[in-house]
């Protein structure tokens, strides 16, 4: 969740392959998950070099520390409160965050991205949203939710993906422990896609599943 569809431009991004460009993008286009959903405003997780300014074979790092990104609804969220499968919800805090992307001399890649932080949910409206031409949220227009509180407490999330000439795989997780206004939440998410021996890596997973439980 921590900004995953940013960490994609960080961290995918870095895959210097336009297959495996095109394998993300592919995967991003399939659904506006939980886990992976893009912020009106970036975090501070920096665009990697390694695959995008150098050629690999390379294998680079970085750290990170701020979050600010959107959480879109789930609608198929088990034993959820409503304005999980209805709203969207405005994360901001801070933790320590670490990335990670090896491509080799083939140009296969493995990526990784990992943030543990505190943080505070505001809940709201689509109609208090803008959004561009894809469904991503580009800025607060209007209130949030009137009758819900700011949550806070703890986020945790990891991301990653591998890709070769035969097949690819993404895998999300995301943790959410916080409260609010006497009220707890906590959310608990995953999502994976893979792409079998033979499949048109440009095209949907073979396999794909995505589930949200509180």
Known sequence: MHNQMARLGAVCGALCSLRKVRLVAAFAALVLPFAFTTAASADT????????????????????????????????????????QTDYAHVVGSGQGVEHVTIDKAQDAWFTSTFTGTVTLTIYPPSSLSFDGDGNVTGIIGPPEPNLPVFTGNLTEWFGGSFNNQNAAITGTVNLALSGGGQPLSVHALEHGNWAPGADQNGPPTRYFQQTIC
């Open 45 to 84: 997780a920096p665009l990697l070099s390694c695959g995008t300014t150098q050629p690999g074979p390379c294998s680079q790092t970085a750290h990170y520390s701020d979050d600010n990104e959107f959480f879109t609804p789930q609608p198929g969220a088990s034993a959820c409160p409503s304005f999980v």
